[in-house]
């Protein structure tokens, strides 16, 4: 397997060869459940990889919604770009502190706004630090950047699209959660929310789709991870999980794949476990 697909992933010696390219930009897209009792702005300040511009996912969002850190308005997120000096012609590089976790789900939002030269640091900053590498405590100085984006509006899917994909069965839909809030039999992290899963889903849970260090696996063994769980790969499919952050990990493992044809349900488990007409299934 070759040290880093350029296009996709990038691995932290990739990234440590070209962190001095004037196009590169690298974002820091950290993000924690609230039970985790972590800060990533706090970490970010405390230490980044040198260069490294702070996402808040919760704030480029869609203030709009009740949700969760709703994908962003074209308008907002080319405005935060900007402000972060991310313009047009620069590559972009995403890392979290998890490994690959939060990192995933900017991919899929640059890839949402039609950007496609963005990838995402496998292992994220605990391999960069466990292999010793630089960090710094001092934010970059930020110039204004054009930044264009074009909404690719296939690889999102809202509650109406997702609900006609159960009832007429016609593309996979790939769960992110742990196999215990799947099955119904682990209660929500977030309060209010009923328990299960939609009907027809398959449990693809994002660990199993990451080594031991966090880095994400081979192409053969993700095929083989997908197949175990199921899934069938010459269907379009939807991935999901409890706020649209772990899907984006499924999302990039298909892509890792060579699989096209998916979208993510943005809504995730705290839309479809909040409405009381949406079937669920539990086992």
């Known amino acids: 397997m070759p040290e880093s697909d350029p296009q996709l992933l990038v691995s932290t010696q990739w990234l440590a060869d070209h962190m001095s390219a004037p196009d590169l930009r690298i974002l820091d897209a950290s993000w924690y459940l609230p039970g985790d009792g972590r800060d990533p702005r706090v970490e970010y300040d405390q230490a980044h990889i040198p260069g490294a511009r702070f996402f808040d996912i919760d704030e480029i969002s869609d203030s709009r919604s009740e949700l969760p850190h709703m994908a962003p308005p074209v308008e907002k997120f080319v405005s935060r770009m900007r402000a972060m000096g991310i313009g047009d012609g620069h590559r972009?590089?995403?890392?979290?502190?998890?490994?690959?976790?939060?990192?995933?789900?900017?991919?899929?939002?640059?890839?949402?706004?039609?950007?496609?030269?963005?990838?995402?640091?496998?292992?994220?900053?605990?391999?960069?630090?466990?292999?010793?590498?630089?960090?710094?405590?001092?934010?970059?100085?930020?110039?204004?950047?054009?930044?264009?984006?074009?909404?690719?509006?296939?690889?999102?899917?809202?509650?109406?699209?997702?609900?006609?994909?159960?009832?007429?069965?016609d593309a996979e839909i790939l769960d992110a959660r742990a196999p215990g809030r799947f099955s119904g039999n682990e209660p929500e992290v977030r309060p209010g929310l009923r328990s299960g899963h939609m009907p027809g889903a398959k449990n693809v849970h994002y660990r199993t789709l990451l080594n031991n260090d966090m880095t994400m696996k081979s192409p053969d063994k993700l095929k083989a991870v997908f197949k175990a769980a199921g899934v069938d790969l010459n269907r379009p499919a939807i991935t999901t999980c409890g706020s649209g952050v772990t899907a984006a990990i499924i999302s990039l493992a298909l892509e890792r794949i060579g699989h096209r044809k998916h979208a993510l349900y943005d809504g995730s488990w705290t839309e479809w476990g909040a409405y009381p007409d949406l079937a669920i299934a539990t086992s």
């Open 92 to 169: 972009v590089v995403i890392y979290d502190g998890a490994g690959i976790f939060s990192a995933a789900r900017v991919w899929w939002l640059f890839r949402l706004m039609g950007k496609t030269d963005v990838a995402v640091l496998d292992g994220g900053l605990p391999k960069w630090q466990a292999e010793g590498r630089p960090t710094e405590d001092i934010a970059p100085v930020l110039r204004d950047r054009h930044f264009t984006a074009h909404r690719n509006a296939g690889l999102v899917k809202d509650v109406t699209q997702v609900a006609a994909a159960v009832k007429l069965q």
